[in-house]
């Protein structure tokens, strides 16, 4: 059995159809001695006669009725392979397995998830949030794809490979009514004199923002903590406290905040990562595609809010979102 061939199949099947071994021979466009040959070697493939013939036609004999389907199942099941592999080469099927921290799931990723959604309906994409640490190692395991995280290149085992996107700088979070009291950067001790609204500890934001309070010799003692940005942001509004916070998380006007540069500066460098040996396929070199242009406009948007944040700015200047 496992010597035949999908050619002798459709030859069978061909000749069933047309009755002579010259009409296949003229549809498959091959030779009339080339689609005997083939009817002969499936005919010893199975040690039984397909054909009969009757006058000037070939009948297939009940054995031959009988593998009639079979055959026309199995050539359909073939041509549903090469339709499936080719879904793939144009990466409208699949599953992209993204993971990142709570920040870029909210604030940076949906716009390019929903471009290639739109563009590869077909495909899945699935979010993973967490800190750094355990996205490295589902790449190193084999469980993502890639990563969106807030760590620096020379952290990195050898066996990733990391682009960086941008950097990402941490702002002060002010409720509106504190603004007038705040510096137009404030530094360590102007926020350590308020309740803090901070990260929760382990997350790369809380972790630069802490080493910014430690090189002032201020341990912050956090009034709340959070792993929602949203939360934390929702409470400096209700004036319970002031937080440090990525600049990208702020992507709405808010009239009852401000969002100020830090003095001295701190910034989180984003980048994206993924196995140093990955060939990846269409429809994830389509989502890094609509990743990069999502960064060169977020870059955009960060150069101008930079340039214009004094004391009464709010929130970054308001820009349009790249086209598909």
């Not at 021979?25 to 083939?38: D, H, K, M, V, W």
């Not at 002060?172 to 510096?183: C, E, S, T, V, Y």
């Not at 009034?223 to 209700?238: K, Y």
């Not at 140093?276 to 955009?300: E, W, Y």
């Amino acid at each position: 059995m496992y010597g035949l061939t999908l050619r002798q199949v459709r030859a069978f099947l061909v000749t069933v159809e047309l009755g002579s071994v010259s009409a296949a021979a003229r549809s498959l466009g091959l030779t009339q001695p080339a689609i005997g040959q083939q009817l002969r070697e499936f005919e010893a493939q199975l040690r039984v006669k397909l054909f009969e013939k009757v006058g000037t036609r070939l009948h297939p004999t009940q054995a031959g009725l009988a593998l009639v389907q079979p055959a026309r199942e199995l050539l359909g099941s073939v041509g549903r392979l090469y339709e499936a592999g080719a879904r793939f080469r144009a990466g409208n099927s699949g599953q992209i397995r993204l993971g990142t921290g709570a920040t870029a799931c909210i604030c940076f990723l949906p716009e390019p998830i929903r471009q290639t959604k739109q563009a590869l309906p077909g495909v899945e994409i699935a979010v993973t949030t967490g800190n750094a640490a355990p996205m490295l190692e589902a790449l190193l395991q084999g469980t993502l794809d890639v990563a969106l995280v807030a760590a620096p290149h020379d952290s990195l085992p050898r066996s990733l490979e990391a682009e960086l996107l941008f950097h990402d700088p941490l702002c002060a979070l002010i409720p509106k009514g504190l603004a007038h009291r705040m510096a137009p950067h404030p530094t360590p001790q102007d926020l350590a004199a308020h309740p803090l609204i901070m990260h929760s500890t382990g997350s790369a934001t809380r972790n630069l923002a802490d080493e910014w309070f430690h090189k002032a010799a201020i341990v912050p003692t956090p009034t709340m903590e959070f792993d929602s940005v949203v939360a934390i942001i929702e409470l400096v509004a209700a004036g319970l406290g002031c937080s440090i916070i990525p600049m990208m998380a702020m992507t709405k006007e808010r009239p009852d905040l401000e969002i100020r540069l830090l003095d001295p500066p701190v910034e989180r460098p984003i980048s994206m990562v993924m196995r140093a040996n990955q060939v990846p396929d269409a429809a994830l070199r389509m989502l890094l595609g609509k990743i990069r242009a999502m960064t060169d406009f977020h870059r955009s948007c960060s150069m101008r809010s930079r340039d214009a944040m004094s004391p009464a700015t709010t929130t970054p200047t308001s820009a349009a979102m790249p086209k598909p």
